[in-house]
């Protein structure tokens, strides 16, 4: 069972640090699924992700396509889009279980910190994630830099 790292965003847009860690994981040869829960947020962040630079270009898909399985980054609002991933990315207050956890890598949990509606839904997913004795971790950039503020089992 992966490690369920929370991200809580005060400086950085979700699209950015979205970015930053599909290199992350791209890195470390990690297929990706990013799961939001509203299709027009997935569809900005595909238009994100395909105007970077050229040299930091991330492979990626939206899904419903006929290349969904030969995606290394398949950006949906399917939960079951993630089977045979590495990663889950929940962005947007996406759903999440601790049992999703089961056979992935690692899970990253991204929130915007700026919306209380956003932190009380991680802060209840925590919960459920320390609570079911998954491993976790709580990074936060208020300092500017990205910090690791607390961990759980």
Known sequence: MGDVYFYHLTRSPMAATVNELLGKCL???????VQGQNFPVMQ?????????????????????GKTDDD??????????????????????????????????????????????QSVDIARAKWKSVSDAGVSAQYW??????????????
């Open 27 to 33: 890195a470390n040869d990690w297929r990706v699924v």
């Open 44 to 64: 900005a962040l595909d238009v994100h992700l395909w105007k970077g630079p050229a040299d930091t270009f991330l492979p990626h898909g939206l899904s419903n």
């Open 71 to 116: 995606q290394p980054v398949l950006l949906t609002i399917d939960s079951a889009s993630y089977d045979t991933r590495q990663v889950l990315m929940v962005v947007d207050d996406a759903p999440f279980e601790a049992s999703d956890a089961q056979h992935l890598e690692r899970v990253c949990i991204l929130f915007d910190g700026n919306n209380p």
């Open 140 to 153: 936060s950039q208020e300092s500017g830099n990205w910090q690791k503020k607390a961990s759980a089992n």
